[in-house]
């Protein structure tokens, strides 16, 4: 099937579902309402997220309005998987391996703490029915060794199960980054089957997160857990776009100071930009990349698979965003404060 008839539907109904996004003006009311059972009430009456919301029982639980937000994103997802097949549908469900191994990572995290995953049994029926694992299989595990012993036979157990004796900050660096690095071989080796100009528009999407990423990463494993280069460098991927294996290893055996220089003098500067703390800022700053991006191929319009890529990212910026507006009020925040942590920027929307 050509691009043309595979995607012209699609990319028009996407086209109408984008245009119900917030826009600057839903951020600002937002972030002026004095308390979030009022924000959440603007949501319901005011945006496309109100069906999704309209049953809330408590409108100050912001990890009850995360899950229903989350709910909606895969329902989103569910309207786009309806026009696909074949290859196509097996790479966009690979889409999905994000969130599960996101939601491993948490549970990982709360049983290396000493926690009981209680707390996580109201995680969203909507996104457990996609997972590869069973959550109720592993819901009871008391132990950090008892959750994983219940993955075997899955795809996460090689390659989280030699580092569960490791400290708590090195074992949940190493656990993560492996996980990362199979949720990223993954996909990149699903979307091999599509077309090759869907495969190339792919691969310059890919390219340019991994790039942010490695550079994320390598700050990560020379600030906070002081891994020899050796290690650095066995824990970056491949698949960049513009940093090759070379460039990598020059960052890896440099110390703070070098690294933020040589990154300064790619394309990739913002990401260690000193006006602001590069420690709290560079996960937000490796998101805003990637929404710019993803807004400027979503406006292109091309009749590939760019549209119902750009798509789902921006969607699942903006719930991100939505749920920082919330948790900004609840901890005081100011506007400005507030701004500082949303992935999209809304510069020039002061009050």
Same mark, same amino acid.
Not at 144 to 151: N, V
Not at 168 to 186: A, Q, S
Not at 244 to 252: A, N, Q, R, S, T
Not at 289 to 306: C, E, P, R, T, V
């Given at each position: 099937?050509?691009?043309?008839?595979?995607?012209?539907? =699609?990319?028009?109904?996407?086209?109408?579902?984008?245009?119900?996004?917030?826009? #600057?003006?839903?951020?600002?009311? +937002?972030?002026?309402?004095?308390?979030?059972?009022?924000?959440?009430?603007?949501?319901?009456?005011?945006?496309?997220?109100?069906? $999704?919301?309209?049953?809330?029982?408590?409108?100050?639980?912001?990890?009850?309005?995360?899950?229903? %937000?989350?709910?909606?994103?895969?329902?989103?997802? &569910?309207?786009? %998987?309806?026009?696909?097949? /074949?290859?196509?549908?097996?790479?966009?469900?690979?889409?999905?391996?994000?969130?599960?191994?996101?939601?491993?990572?948490?549970?990982?995290?709360? @049983?290396?703490?000493?926690?009981? %995953?209680?707390?996580?049994?109201?995680?969203?029926?909507?996104?457990?029915?996609?997972?590869?694992?069973?959550?109720?299989? =592993?819901?009871?595990?008391?132990?950090?060794?008892?959750?994983?012993?219940? @993955?075997?036979?899955?795809?996460?157990?090689?390659?989280?199960?030699?580092?569960?004796?490791? #400290?708590?900050?090195?074992?949940?660096?190493?656990?993560?980054?492996?996980?990362?690095?199979?949720?990223?071989?993954?996909?990149?080796?699903?979307?091999?089957?599509?077309?090759?100009?869907?495969?190339?528009?792919?691969?310059?999407?890919?390219?340019?997160? =991994? /790039?942010? +990423?490695?550079?994320?990463?390598?700050?990560?494993?020379?600030? *906070?857990?002081? %891994?020899?280069?050796?290690?650095?460098?066995?824990?970056?991927?491949?698949?960049?776009?513009? +940093?090759?294996?070379?460039?990598?290893?020059? @960052?890896?055996?440099?110390?703070?100071?070098? *690294?933020?220089? =040589?990154?300064?003098?790619?394309?990739?500067? &913002?990401?260690?930009?000193? &006006?602001?703390?590069?420690?709290?800022?560079?996960?937000?700053? $490796?998101?805003?990349?990637?929404?710019?991006?993803?807004?400027?191929? *979503?406006?292109?319009?091309?009749?590939? !698979?760019?549209?119902?890529?750009?798509?789902?990212?921006?969607?699942?910026?903006?719930?991100?965003?939505?749920?920082?507006? +919330?948790?900004? @009020?609840?901890?005081?925040?100011?506007?400005?404060?507030?701004?500082?942590?949303?992935?999209?920027? !809304?510069?020039?929307? /002061?009050?």
């Amino acid at each position: 099937m050509g691009n043309e008839r595979r995607f012209s539907a =699609i990319n028009t109904k996407l086209r109408v579902m984008r245009s119900k996004f917030l826009k #600057d003006e839903d951020y600002v009311a +937002l972030m002026k309402k004095e308390s979030v059972p009022e924000q959440v009430k603007y949501l319901i009456n005011s945006t496309a997220y109100g069906k $999704v919301l309209e049953d809330v029982e408590e409108y100050d639980d912001i990890q009850e309005i995360e899950l229903k %937000l989350e709910k909606f994103h895969t329902l989103q997802f &569910e309207k786009i %998987l309806k026009y696909f097949s /074949d290859d196509y549908e097996k790479y966009l469900k690979s889409y999905l391996l994000r969130h599960e191994v996101e939601d491993l990572k948490i549970y990982l995290r709360a @049983l290396a703490r000493g926690e009981s %995953l209680e707390k996580y049994d109201k995680t969203s029926v909507t996104r457990k029915k996609y997972y590869s694992f069973s959550y109720d299989q =592993i819901k009871n595990a008391k132990t950090l060794d008892e959750m994983i012993d219940k @993955l075997k036979g899955t795809r996460y157990y090689e390659v989280i199960y030699p580092y569960r004796h490791e #400290d708590y900050g090195k074992l949940m660096f190493y656990m993560e980054m492996n996980l990362d690095r199979l949720y990223f071989d993954t996909i990149h080796e699903s979307a091999q089957e599509m077309s090759k100009a869907d495969r190339e528009t792919f691969e310059d999407a890919f390219g340019e997160n =991994i /790039d942010i +990423l490695n550079i994320e990463w390598i700050y990560r494993g020379l600030k *906070f857990y002081n %891994l020899s280069p050796e290690e650095l460098i066995n824990y970056t991927l491949p698949y960049g776009k513009h +940093l090759d294996f070379k460039d990598l290893k020059e @960052l890896c055996y440099v110390d703070i100071e070098e *690294f933020k220089k =040589i990154v300064s003098g790619t394309k990739y500067k &913002e990401m260690v930009n000193e &006006e602001k703390d590069i420690d709290l800022f560079m996960g937000i700053r $490796v998101q805003r990349h990637m929404y710019n991006y993803f807004k400027a191929k *979503f406006s292109q319009g091309k009749l590939d !698979i760019s549209i119902p890529n750009a798509y789902l990212h921006l969607l699942e910026y903006e719930i991100k965003d939505i749920i920082s507006i +919330l948790e900004a @009020l609840k901890y005081g925040l100011s506007y400005y404060e507030a701004k500082e942590y949303l992935v999209k920027d !809304i510069e020039g929307s /002061d009050y």
